[in-house]
DNA sequence: GCATTCGGTTAATGACGACTAACTGAAGGC
DNA sequence: GCCTTCAGTTAGTCGTCATTAACCGAATGC
C-alpha cells in the first residue's frame, strides 16, 4: 500500500489514475457481456478484448473472474440502497411534523422514480444483478444479498405507512414485484422512448403498489 | 422410425414409453438445474445424475445440450401461448353479442389468472425462459422468439378492448411489465403461501395493466 | 429361439478457458 | 541517472466439459 492510495483518501490522484479509469472500463464491458451472455458464457479474454486490453491483464484489477462480478453487484446493489434511502427521506424529511399522508404519497413516488430512472439508465447491471447472482462467491452472494434485503425494506417501510394494516411479508412481496415490474422492460425499450417508456413504468409500478388486498 | 412411433399416435405405447417418462424426467431436471445454475453452468453429467442416468445416455434423448434447452423452451412458450388463448377467448366466447366491457374484463381477468397460475406451478422454467434464451441455438430461437410475440399479442389484443385509444407499443409495453411482475417472485414464495400471493399478484397486475396512462 | 434394436455404460478425444509464469518497458521516487 | 514498481504481454499448465467410440444386455419382432 503506497502513501498516495492509504487510508485517507487525500491526494486526488498521481497519473495511475488511469489505473481507475481501466477499471472501470473493465466493470463496463464486463456488465455488458454478462448481461449479454451470462457470467460463464464470457470468458476473461472477451472481457478484456471489450474493454481494450487483452487476457489475463483483468488480474491487475481483480482477483480473477468471480471479483469481477462481486465487484459489479455489490457495486449496483450499494447504489440502489443509498439511491433508494435519498429518495425516501428527501421526500418526507424525517418527522414532518402531522404524519402528513401526502409525504408518504410523495416518499414512494419518489422511490418508484428512482429505481425506474435508476433501471432505465442501467440495464445491463440490472439485468446482471438478478441473473448471475448464484456465480457469485460465497461471502459476496452475502453481502450482496443483505444489501438487497435492506433496499426491499426502505421500501417496506415506505409502504407500511399508506397500509398500516399490510403485513410485512405483504410489503415485501408487493416491493419485489414491482422491481420485477420495472426490471423487466429496460432491454426492450428504445433510446428515444425511455421518458415516455419510464411515465408508464411509473404509473404501473403506483397502481401495484397501491392495489387493494385481495380478500 | 418404427411403426409404434410412426406418424399417427394411435398405439398407446408399446413397454418403451419408459423412454417418454426418461425423457420427461430428464426435462425436468434440466430445468431445476438451468434455473439454479444458468444454462453454461451445468453440464450433461449433472443432469443425467440429476435424473437417474448418468453422464451421455442424454444423447440417447436429445441432439445435444442445446436441444435439451430448446425442447424445454419451445416446450413452456407453446404451453403459455395455448393457455393464453384459451383464457381469452374462454372467457368472452367470440363475438358474444353486444361487445360487453364485462366480458373483457373477464377476459383480462382469466388471463392474469392463468400465467399467475403458471407461473407459480412451473417457476424453473419461467426463470429459465428469460434468462437462457441467447444460450439457444439460432433456430430455437426464433421459434421462441415468434411464440413469445404471440403470446404478448394475445395480451395486447385483450387489452385493446379496455383502452381503445392506447397504441400497440403502449399495450405490449404493458403485457411485458406484467409479465416480469408475475414472473420475479415464484422463487421466493413458500409452497403454503402460494394461494395467496397468486390473488395478490392477480390484483398488482389488474391494477398495473388498467392504470392510467401519463400525460 | 435368434437377430436386431436400443437405452445405457464407461473410456477416449479435443476444445476451451481460468489462472500462473516469465518477461518487458515505462513511470516515479530518490 | 539508477532502482523499483507495476500495468501489460505472451506462452504455458491443468481442469472441466461436450461430444464420440466401443461395448453390453435386455426387449422386440419374426
Known amino acids: 500500500m503506497n502513501e498516495a492510495a492509504?487510508?485517507?483518501?487525500?491526494?486526488?490522484?498521481?497519473?495511475?489514475?488511469?489505473?481507475a479509469v481501466r477499471r472501470q472500463a473493465l466493470l463496463d464491458a464486463a456488465a455488458g457481456l454478462f448481461a449479454a451472455q451470462g457470467f460463464s458464457g464470457v470468458s476473461l479474454d472477451d472481457i478484456?478484448?471489450?474493454?481494450?486490453?487483452?487476457?489475463?491483464?483483468?488480474?491487475r484489477h481483480f482477483a480473477g473472474k468471480q471479483a469481477v462480478l462481486g465487484a459489479l453487484l455489490v457495486g449496483v446493489s450499494s447504489e440502489l440502497l443509498e439511491g433508494?434511502?435519498?429518495?425516501?427521506?428527501?421526500?418526507?424529511?424525517?418527522?414532518?411534523g402531522p404524519d402528513g399522508l401526502a409525504d408518504d404519497g410523495a416518499a414512494l413516488r419518489a422511490l418508484v422514480a428512482f429505481h425506474v430512472d435508476f433501471a432505465l439508465s442501467k440495464p445491463?447491471?440490472?439485468?446482471?444483478q438478478?441473473?448471475?447472482?448464484?456465480?457469485?462467491?460465497?461471502?459476496?452472494?452475502?453481502?450482496?444479498?443483505?444489501?438487497?434485503?435492506?433496499?426491499?425494506?426502505?421500501?417496506?417501510?415506505?409502504?407500511?405507512?399508506?397500509?398500516?394494516?399490510?403485513s410485512a411479508a405483504?410489503?415485501?412481496?408487493?416491493?419485489?414485484?414491482?422491481?420485477?415490474?420495472?426490471?423487466?422492460?429496460?432491454?426492450?425499450?428504445?433510446?428515444?422512448?425511455?421518458?415516455?417508456?419510464?411515465?408508464?413504468?411509473?404509473?404501473?409500478?403506483?397502481?401495484?403498489?397501491?392495489?387493494p388486498a385481495p380478500s
Open 6 to 19: 492509504s487510508a485517507r483518501s487525500e491526494v486526488p490522484s498521481p497519473r495511475s489514475e488511469a489505473k
Open 124 to 128: 445491463d447491471v440490472i439485468r446482471v
Open 130 to 166: 438478478d441473473r448471475d447472482f448464484s456465480s457469485l462467491a460465497a461471502e459476496d452472494q452475502a453481502e450482496v444479498r443483505s444489501l438487497q434485503l435492506e433496499y426491499v425494506d426502505v421500501w417496506a417501510r415506505t409502504l407500511s405507512r399508506l397500509h398500516p394494516e399490510a
Open 170 to 211: 405483504e410489503l415485501r412481496l408487493r416491493a419485489q414485484a414491482v422491481f420485477g415490474l420495472i426490471n423487466s422492460t429496460p432491454h426492450s425499450v428504445r433510446r428515444t422512448t425511455r421518458r415516455t417508456a419510464g411515465k408508464l413504468l411509473e404509473s404501473m409500478a403506483l397502481a401495484a403498489l397501491t392495489a
Open 48 to 59: 478484456g478484448a471489450a474493454a481494450g486490453v487483452s487476457g489475463p491483464a483483468i488480474y
Open 84 to 96: 433508494g434511502r435519498a429518495a425516501a427521506a428527501g421526500a418526507h424529511p424525517s418527522g414532518a
